[in-house]
């Protein structure tokens, strides 16, 4: 049993303009689904264009129908296509930067690339919301940070106690 409760909603959003031309396959989706799946999570798609708007009404659109975790997948780095974080920061309420920085540091371990991911995570609500790379090792790198966290951030935002 992972602890996540009973119908835990996720929504997992992917930022790529080429896998939303269908010029290839949303791979860190794909697996993030598969990962959020298995640990309990009912989970939502939303593929998108790097496009700050869409992305930014995507996040919110989940926060309002009171999805708990929103993870977002591509568009952390730095080329000018960039700009989940900026797409996420409008939304987002309360900052959460220690699970970013521990995101970038277990990644780090792996590839120096993780250092230059500008991800953020925090809270919306009753929402979790993270930026994960686009990478399928950023998102496993994510995915293995966030496991042994994620029912304790859900108690938390559900009201539990410390």
Same mark, same amino acid.
């Given at each position: 049993? #992972?602890?996540?409760p %009973?119908?835990?909603?996720?929504? &997992?959003v992917t930022? #790529?303009t080429? +896998? @939303?031309q269908?010029v290839? *396959?949303d791979? #860190?989706g *794909?697996l /993030?689904?598969?990962?959020l799946t298995?640990?309990?999570?009912?989970v939502?798609r $939303? /593929?998108l =264009? *790097?496009d700050?708007d869409?992305l930014?009404?995507?996040? +919110?659109t989940? $926060?309002?129908l009171?999805?708990d975790? &929103?993870?977002?997948t591509?568009?952390t780095?730095? #080329?000018p296509?960039?700009?989940t =974080?900026? %797409?996420? %920061? =409008?939304?987002i309420t309360? =900052?959460?930067p220690?699970?970013?920085e521990a995101?970038? %540091?277990?990644?780090?371990a792996s590839?120096p690339?993780a250092?230059? @991911?500008?991800?953020l995570?925090g809270v919306a609500?009753?929402t979790?919301i &993270?930026?994960l790379?686009?990478s399928?090792?950023g998102?496993?790198?994510?995915i293995? &940070?966030?496991?042994?966290?994620?029912?304790?951030i859900? @108690?938390? /935002?559900?009201g539990?106690?410390?």
């Amino acid at each position: 049993m #992972s602890g996540i409760p %009973a119908g835990a909603r996720a929504v &997992v959003v992917t930022a #790529s303009t080429r +896998a @939303s031309q269908g010029v290839y *396959d949303d791979v #860190s989706g *794909d697996l /993030l689904d598969g990962a959020l799946t298995d640990l309990g999570f009912e989970v939502a798609r $939303v /593929l998108l =264009p *790097d496009d700050r708007d869409k992305l930014t009404n995507a996040i +919110a659109t989940a $926060v309002e129908l009171k999805a708990d975790l &929103v993870v977002t997948t591509g568009g952390t780095g730095m #080329s000018p296509t960039d700009i989940t =974080p900026e %797409a996420t %920061a =409008p939304v987002i309420t309360r =900052p959460v930067p220690g699970i970013a920085e521990a995101i970038r %540091a277990y990644g780090a371990a792996s590839t120096p690339y993780a250092v230059m @991911s500008r991800g953020l995570a925090g809270v919306a609500g009753t929402t979790f919301i &993270v930026n994960l790379p686009g990478s399928k090792g950023g998102a496993k790198d994510g995915i293995a &940070v966030l496991t042994p966290l994620l029912p304790h951030i859900l @108690s938390q /935002l559900r009201g539990g106690d410390h």
